[in-house]
């Protein structure tokens, strides 16, 4: 049986302080708008949980699942340009 004592160093040479990086923030930032559409999509679906779904209501969830749709397509085309290299 190997002992870890001598990786324990390593393993908390960085201890973690809570917060996110600047990197997470930008990811976060970045999939902000999907992010938003899915809360908008929730909150339509959990608006007909107790109630029968009205004509309104499906509008409501379909152009709320639509909006996070284009969300997602926009940012799948966002992530492909900048692995390309942004050549458009």
Do not use: C, W, Y
Not at 12 to 23: Q, R
Not at 34 to 47: P, Y
Not at 50 to 55: F, G, H
């Amino acid at each position: 049986m190997k002992s870890i004592a001598a990786l324990q160093a390593v393993v908390t040479a960085n201890p973690f302080d809570g917060e996110p990086s600047d990197a997470e923030l930008d990811a976060i930032e970045q999939e902000l708008p999907l992010i938003l559409a899915e809360v908008d999509l929730l909150d339509a679906q959990i608006m007909t949980l107790d109630r029968p779904v009205t004509e309104l209501d499906e509008r409501r969830i379909r152009r709320a699942h639509n909006r996070v749709m284009a969300a997602r397509q926009d940012l799948t085309n966002r992530a492909s340009r900048a692995q390309s290299g942004g050549a458009a």
